[in-house]
C-alpha cells in the first residue's frame, strides 16, 4: 500500500520541534530518502496508551518503544502520545483527533481500543493503524501482539528446578486468553522439569494496583508458595518475595531493582524494534496491513538477565527451553494437554494453532484456582 | 489549646457580605474565573517553556474550531449533563448520592441486555421500539440501583453516601462478570466484551460524518424536565425546603423518605439513561470500561452548574471541553496527562472560588471595632 | 485450606490477620484524618488527591535524603498544603465542599503524576516491619502483635488520642460544637473557620500519612495513581463508623480482612468468579453499615449536623 499522504487531514498545528533543531538539522534529515524530501514535513506518529507512562508497566514499555523510535529516525519523524486514554467513548476521539492532526501512522496500544481503531480507521484510509493485541484488521489496520506464553514456558521452567514446596504463586490481573495461556504455558514449563509442582492463581482483577497485587502475593504465600510469577504491571508481587526470601518473576520490566535476590528473571515487552521497522515501512512506503505475533525469536519478547544465584543447571535448563522456543523445537503448549477436569484438549503431537491460543479460557491440568470468566 | 486567642483578619482585603447576592456577580464570576485561570496558566506554562497563549488556544479554543470538535463536545457532554441533572434533584433535598457511576453501569447493563437479546432472538436484530425499550430499561437499571440505597436509608437508616459508593464498585464487577462470562461475544475469541450491537439498537446521528447522536437531545430534555420540577413545581419547593431544614418539612408536612426515593430515583434513572446513552450511541457494545468516571465528574458538574438545570448544561459542556482540551494539549503540546489533570483542577478551583462574590464584596480595610453582629449560619 | 493440610494452621492464621492489619492501616490513617474533619462539620471529598500527594512527597524525600522521618514528615505537610488549599477555597472563600473536594482530588491526581515523573522505577529501603527477638516468634499473636511496623502502631495510638481528644477533652467538645451547630458556636465566641482549619489540616496530615503508608512500606515504590481508590474507601469508612473513632478502625479491618479473605478463597480454588469475589468487601460493609444503623437516634446524634455547609460569619 503506498497511499501514504503525510498529512491526511487538516493541519490544525505542528507539533512545534525541539528548540535544538536548527535549520540545518531538519534539511539534512530531510535528505535522508527521496521520498521524504518531498514532502516537507516529518512523519507524525502517534501513540494511544491506555495506563500512565507512569505506570512502569504496559504503558511505560510502549513508551519507552516510543523514546527508542525518536531516537532512532531522529527528524525524519515527530511523536505524540496520550496517556490515560480510557477504553471507552473517549478511545475514538483521541484516535479520530490524532489522524485528523496529520498524523500518518498511528500506534493504538491495548486490546479495548479495538473497535474504536477500526471505525476512525474507515473515516481515514490515508492513514495508518496498528492496533496491539486485537485481532480485527482492515487494509490501513494491522494488529501486533507479543508471544509472552513463550517467555512464559521459560519461567515456568526454572521456577520448577527452583521451589522446594512445589507450589507457585502466580498473581493474575483479569481472566482474559492472553492471561490464561500465560499460566498454561508457565505451567506447562513448570511441570516439565517438575511434575509434582502446582500453580495457585488470584486474582486481582485490576492490572494495576500495587496494594492489591501486594495482597494476593502474601496470601499466595502465605498458602505455601515459594515462587511468585505474576501477570500484573507493578512490582509489588517482587517485593513481597524479597521480603520473604523467597523467589519472584518480574512483569513487563526488568523489575530486579525491586528484589535483587528476589528476582529471577522477567520477560520483558520490548516493542523498540518492531516501532521502529513499522515506522520505517511506512517512511519507506512499503507499509501492508497484517497480523504480527513476535515471541522470542523476534526479540518481542526477551528475558532479562538471570539472577546470579541461579544454578547453573537451572539456567541451563532454561536455555535450552528458550533455544528449543527460538528455533521451533518446542511448542510451549504443545500436546498432550489437559483440563484441570482430566479431559484431553490437545492431542500427543499436535500444537493449538493461533486462534486457539488467541482464545483460550480454560486451565491446563496443575492450576489451582478459578478457572476464568 | 488556646483556639480562643486566634484571629485571622488583622487588616487589608476583608470579604464582607451583601445584604443581597448579586445579580450581576451571577454571571461576572466566570470571567473572574476565566482571568484568573488566564493568569494562572500563562504562569504553569511559560514554566513549562511553553508559550502560554498558544497552550490556552489549544486548551480552551482550538477543540471548538473544528465540527468534530463540537460534536466530540456534545458526545462527552450529555452522560455528565443527564448524571448531574438527576443528581441535582437528590442534592437540593440533602440526599447524597455519590454513586451515579455505578447507576450508569446498571442502566449500560440492562439496556445493552436488551440490545443483545434483541440481536440473538430476532433476525433483523429487532424494531423501531428496541431504542425505546433500551432507554425504559436503562432508566429502569439505574433506578433499581438507586433503589438500593434509598431503601436501606429510608428502613435500615443506612447512609446512602456509604451504600451508593460501594454499590458502584459492586456494579463494575457485575459488568466484568457479565462481559467475561456469559454476555461475551461468542465469535470474539473470548475477549472481555459483548457482541456489537445491531443497527437498531444504535442512536441515529443528529449530524452524519460526527458521532453526535440523539442522545444529546435526551440531555436537553432532561435538563428542561428538571427546570420544570425543580424551579416550577411544588414537589421541587418540597425538596428545597426538606433539604434546607428537616425539620421545617416534617412540620409543613413535606415527608423526607419521600425525599429521599424521589432524590435517588431521578438520579438514577438519569443515570441509568446516560449508561444507555453511552453505549447505544459512541460505544456500540459493552465491554469491561464503559464510563471514565462520569458519575463522578458529575458530582462537580452538579455544583458548578449551582444545582440548577441551565447551569448544570453550561457546567456539563465546561467540563466535557476541560477533558477535550486536555487531551489536545496533550496532542499538539507534548505535555503530558499530569499537567493536563493540574490544570483541570486549578480551573475548578477558579471557577468555585469566585462564587463568593455573588454573596459577598471584597473591602480593602480594617475590620469595624464594633464587630458584634450576629452570625449567620447558612446552607451551602 | 493447604494450610490446614500442612498443619500449621495457627502460622497461616497469623499471617492472615497481619495481612488484614497492613491493608486496613492506610484506610484508617486516612479515615480517622477525615473523621475530625467531617466533625468540625467539613466534608473534604480530596482525600484521594491529597493521599496521593502525600504519597509522592514522601518518596520523593526518601530517595532525595534517605531518611524515613523525614520522608513521613514531608508526606504530612505536602497533604497539609493541599488540605490547606481545600481550607482557603471552602472556608475563606466558601466555596462549595464537595465540588472542591472533588476537584482536589483531580488536582492531586496530576500534581502527584507530575512531581512523580523523575521516580518511576526507582527501588527505596521502605520502613520493615519490628522484630522483637522471642516476642515476635510467638505463634499466632507474635507476628499480630509484635511484628508490625512503626505505622501500623501509630495508627492504633492517633485513633485513640483522635478518641480520647474528641470526646474526653474541652478541644473536642469545641470541634464537636462547631460541627454540631456553627452559629451558636460561634456566638458562644468559638472562632468557627479557625478551628475548621486546624481539623482540616490534621485530616491532610493523616491523608499523608496514609499516602507514605503505601509509597514507603507497603509498597515501597513511586508508581501514578497508586492509591487506586483507596481514599475513597476511607471516605465511605467515615460514614461507615458513623463518625466513631473506634469504628473507623473495625471498619478498615473488616475492609481489610474481607479483601485478604476472598484471596485466600481464589488461592483455596474456590470455584465461584472472581468478578463475584471481589464484590465481598464492597457488600460486608453496607451489611453490617445496615446492621449497625438500625438505631436511627444514635445516628443522628453522632453525625455532625453542619457536615458540608457553609458557614458565614459577618464578623
Redesign the interface.
Known sequence: MRTLIRSGG?V??R??LAAGAAAGTLLAASGLSADRARAADPLKV?FVYVG??????WS?QHDQGRLALEADLGDAIST?????V?????A???V???A??GHGLIFATS??FM?ATLKVAKSFPDVVFEHCTG?KRADNVATYAARFYEGRYVIGVIAGLMTKTN?I?YVGA????EVVRGINAFTQGLRSVNPEATV????V??W?????????A???????ADVLSQHT????PV?VAA?KGLYAFGQA?DMS??GPEAHLTAIVDDWRGYYIERTRAVLDGTWTSGDTWGGLASGMVAISDYNTALPDTVVAAAEAARTGIETGTLHPLAGPLTDQAGTERVAEGEAPDD?AL????WFVEGV???A?? | MRIRGMRFRVGGPRLEARAERSRAMVYLTPLVAAGLTVMAGAVLFAALGHDPLRALY?FFV?PL??T?GLS?LF??ATPLVLCATGLAVGFRGNVWNIGAEGQLILGAIFAGGLALWAGEAFTDGGGPWLLPGMMVMGILGGMAWAAIPALLRTRFNANEILVSLMLTYVAG?LL??LV??PWRDPMG?????SA?FGDAALLPALVSGT?LHIGALFALAAVAGAWVLLMRSFIGFQIKVVGLAPRAGGYAGFSGARVVWLGLLCGGGLSGLAGMV?VA?????L??????GYGFTAIIVAFLGRLHPLGILLAGLFMALT??GG??L?????L???VTGLFQGMVLFFLLASDVLIHHRVRWSRPPVTASVAPRGETA | ???LA?GDWII?LG??LV?MIR?AT?LALAAIGELVAEKSGVLNLGVEGMMLVGAVAAFATMVASGSLPLAVLAAMLAAMLMALLFGVLTLTLMANQVATGLALTIFGVGLS?FI??GF????ID?L?PLSVPGLTDIPLLGPVLFGQDVLVYASLALTLAVSLVLYRTRAGLIIRAVGENHAAAHAIGYPVIGIRYLCVLFGGAMAGLAGAY?SLV?????????T?G?GWIALALVVFATWKPGRVLLGAYLFGGV??IQ??A??????????VL?MLPYLATILVLVLISRDSVKIRLNAPACLGKVFRSET
Open positions: 487538516p490544525l498545528s507539533r512545534s502517534g500512565p507512562v507512569g505506570d512502569y508497566g511505560y505524540t502520545y496520550v496517556e490515560s480510557p477504553e471507552g467513548a473517549d475514538e476521539r483521541v479520530a483527533q490524532l485528523s492532526g486490546f479495548g473497535n485481532y507450589v504463586g483479569v481472566p482474559i486468553p495457585k492463581v488470584i486474582w482483577n485490576s494495576y494496583d500495587p496494594g492489591k497485587e501486594r495482597e494476593a502474601e496470601t499466595l504465600v502465605a498458602q505455601g504491571d507493578s512490582p509489588a517485593q521480603e520490566t531493582a525491586f486462534g488467541l482464545s483460550m479460557d489451582q484456582g478459578q476464568p470468566r | 489549544v482550538a474550531t473544528t468534530f466530540e458526545v462527552k464487577f466484568g462478570y467475561h462470562g475469541f473470548n475477549f472481555p466484551e456489537l458521532r453511552e450511541g459512541p460505544i456500540g457494545q465491554h469491561t470500561q464503559i464510563s471514565p477533558y477535550l487531551d489536545t496533550q496532542i499538539e503540546l507534548g503530558p496527562r499530569a | 485450606m493447604d494450610a500442612h497461616g499471617a492472615l495481612a491493608a492506610p503524576a512523580g515523573k518511576i522505577g526507582i527501588p521502605g520493615a503505601l507497603y509498597t515501597p515504590m513511586w508508581v501514578e495513581t497508586m487506586s483507596r479483601t485478604i484471596f485466600h481464589q488461592g483455596a480454588g474456590l470455584a465461584v468468579s472472581p468478578h471481589s
